[in-house]
DNA sequence: ACATGTGAACTGCTTCACAGCG
DNA sequence: CGCTGTGAAGCAGTTCACATGT
């Protein structure tokens, strides 16, 4: 059974992404069997949440035992809807979007890049292992074809609400912004942020507001 | 006043950083002055919570008119602790390291990148934009006299735990890592991370679970 | 009149603690 | 006996609604 019991929330998600990396790595080193208690350890959070958090799904442990490592990867991919591939489009091929081309994870996961768009001539044309650069002009047409499902959107900050309607408008349903502007799109388009400098922006407050080992003792 | 009058939560300070992005954006428009309700619209939240996030750290707005743009937007760079500059080291100088240190905004927003190191010999005494890329086994040397606060770990998923030991030994109380691992750290280091491939899964998860637009009507 | 600032109500996530089962 | 699975309790973050101030 992988059909939840009730409303999953968006961290139980994250967590589930986790585990599974954490599972990947069990058992590549061999492991069979790993207890809530472990997997929390090393996915950064508690026993009790990892249990609540796969119980949504069903049952998937033994009692006295723990979870059996191959078994519970597979749950987990068939939870996230990793037991199949997914087609991408990089949209921009500047720096990050050639860093993410280059992840290995993304391919291992079921990410596939079917497609690559750019407004530089210059680059438009070339192969980048196998996927040819259109330009962007030709964006509806590119994820049309290529059947995308998912969009990458690596472009200025300036540019990026504009692409994102013109993906929306071919039926994109999910989107992955690495501009820091906050997309408006319609209520059935899921959008997740990768915000670099909200995360230095957050390490500088924490930084502020604790001040080195004290120095008032 | 910028002392927050209660414990701050981990959205706010990530929320407040998005309120900056769009005050500087009114900003460069010359648009005086902005309501919570604007705020939120363009930040992607609601009016309530703009207020609320803003009241912990005191009263900016004026009733009837709502807050003045540049100056809310210099009292949330003095929360965040942007008003100062910090010094950025960067730990991996591959793909994820050379997209991160073109990236604009850090500059902009006072992270200034004064020290990269890499493994790979090759790349090892080339400048990066004034920036001499060093190797990887003076690590500690380099953090040390480049004075490093903030330490950027975009390096492989097996080596970061040790990379980020490593960088915790020389006393740098801030991390942000792009491996999709979990860090163990002591409890006053803080440890932010940018995991695409978990944002990615998330989409997965979403797409499988809201069919688009139900078929069963 | 209008938009802020905020206590109070609400919602939902996390933690606790133990019953259930291998 | 050990560890999972889970209702119940606790807590934190969000939303509501209005008093406050200009």
Redesign the pocket.
């Known amino acids: 059974m992988t059909e939840p019991s009730r409303?999953v929330?968006?961290?139980?998600v994250r967590r589930l992404s986790l585990y599974l990396w954490v599972l990947e790595e069990l058992g590549e080193a061999e492991v069979a069997t790993?207890?809530?208690?472990e997997l929390a350890h090393q996915g950064g959070?508690?026993?009790?949440?990892v249990?609540?958090d796969?119980?949504i799904f069903?049952?998937?442990?033994?009692?006295?035992?723990?979870?059996s490592v191959p078994l519970l990867s597979r749950e987990i991919r068939k939870i996230l809807g990793l037991s199949r591939t997914w087609r991408v489009a990089l949209v921009g091929a500047g720096r990050i979007g050639a860093a993410l081309f280059e992840y290995p994870n993304f391919r291992d996961r079921g990410f596939e890049i079917v497609a690559v768009v750019d407004t530089d001539a210059r680059k438009v044309g070339r192969l980048w292992d196998g996927v040819r650069i259109r330009h962007a002009s030709e964006l509806e047409d590119v994820l049309r074809e290529s059947e995308v499902e998912i969009a990458i959107l690596a472009v200025p900050g300036r540019a990026v609400q504009e692409v994102a309607e013109r993906v929306v408008s071919v039926g994109v349903k999910a989107l992955l912004n690495f501009a820091p502007v906050q997309l408006r799109v319609p209520e059935d388009v899921v959008v997740n942020h990768v915000n670099m400098a909200v995360e230095l922006e957050a390490l500088s407050y924490a930084l502020m507001n604790h001040p080195r080992e004290d120095s008032s003792a």
């Open positions: 409303k929330s968006e961290s139980t790993v207890s809530s208690e959070t508690t026993a009790a949440q249990r609540k796969l119980s069903g049952s998937f442990g033994k009692r006295g035992l723990g979870y």
